[in-house]
């Protein structure tokens, strides 16, 4: 479709929100949510679409230089097949709607849930996070095109989930997130989380996401234009080290060049999706170190038979766990 107007830019922006409405569900509070909350993003935010243009650019070299290198056998053949198809969705760079791709909405759940799920999520938040507070930390990003769910929060379901996660783990722990200095997260995402977190803690956090090539270098565009460049480092060849202070993308490949260590490890259905060499080299590094574990998981089945074996190592750990009671089958383990 042509828009026939002199500002170029709206009119880019209005062909987007078409596209997000047209590949969301058809679920009335998205729809409700979506069109004003994306156009209040583009406004406080327009300056994120030049920015992961011009960062785009080098996103295609990023993952060749990656995959030059010797990568450990950690994943699943799930994982290794959802990574291949995924290269024809993200090369020669993503799109700035990324998040609408129907093969990372079908993975990186729950970009598009709603309903009761969302509902008792919000309603877990609301009784022990202010109002105010929630406002700020979940707050959207227009990069991506997120599925909105919450007009006043302006947020997607996928950052309340996040959310939930970290407030479960403190209510569940007693650790405040904000005294937390160093982070391993196995399997990020697209990098939201971090994102989250960054915001929760109100000090300098060094952030580590561990992840697969392509995984690691769609999180170095998310968020090197959500935070800058200077915030965000990709870990691409021998010598590179991780930067205090920052996020820091570890692929996978990178894992034995890198010094790896914090004192908190996070892992969202990430470590339960790879394979048993992945569990045992976790489990042989001491969770690289961290003495406080916040992990979701699901039961063992076909495709992940080692899913629920991530339970039994936290417990030998000493964590607690806990059912997710709207999600059958899933659990957390928390230290």
């Not at 010797?70 to 959802?82: A, F, G, K």
Request: with cysteine.
């Amino acid at each position: 479709m042509i828009w026939p107007s002199p500002f170029p830019a709206v009119a880019s922006y209005l062909e987007s929100i078409l596209l997000q409405v047209r590949s969301m569900p058809p679920k009335l509070e998205m729809l409700t949510a979506t069109v004003p909350g994306l156009a209040r993003l583009m406004f406080l935010k327009c300056s994120q679409q030049s920015s992961f243009r011009e960062l785009a650019r080098c996103f295609e070299g990023a993952y060749a230089a990656i995959c030059k290198l010797d990568s450990p056998c950690l994943t699943t053949t799930v994982w290794d097949e959802y990574n291949k198809r995924l290269e024809n969705s993200l090369l020669p760079s993503p799109k700035f709607s990324f998040l609408n791709d129907s093969l990372i909405r079908q993975t990186m759940f729950p970009l598009c849930a709603g309903g009761q799920w969302l509902a008792e999520e919000l309603e877990y938040l609301e009784c022990r996070i202010s109002r105010s507070e929630l406002k700020r930390v979940l707050e959207e990003e227009y990069v991506g095109l997120p599925a909105l769910v919450h007009s006043p929060y302006l947020t997607s379901h996928n950052s309340v989930h996040h959310l939930y996660h970290l407030t479960r783990f403190s209510s569940a722990t007693g650790v405040k997130l904000d005294e937390v200095r160093r982070i391993v997260e196995w399997g990020g995402g697209y990098g939201n989380l971090a994102r989250i977190l960054t915001r929760v803690a109100s000090n300098s956090v060094t952030y580590i996401i561990i992840d697969t090539p392509l995984l690691s270098c769609l999180q170095w565009l998310y968020l090197s234009t959500v935070l800058g460049e200077g915030d965000v480092k990709l870990l691409k060849m021998p010598g590179d080290n991780i930067q205090p202070g920052a996020i820091n993308l570890v692929p996978l490949a990178m894992l034995k060049h890198a010094r790896v260590e914090g004192e908190l490890f996070v892992s969202t259905w990430a470590l339960s999706e790879c394979s048993s060499r992945a569990l045992d080299y976790v489990a042989e590094l001491g969770w690289f170190g961290c003495r406080h574990l916040l992990l979701a998981y699901q039961d063992s089945k076909e495709g992940f038979p080692d899913a629920g074996r991530v339970g039994r190592m936290a417990m030998s750990a000493g964590s607690i766990i806990e059912d997710i009671s709207f999600l059958p089958g899933n659990h957390y383990a928390f230290k």
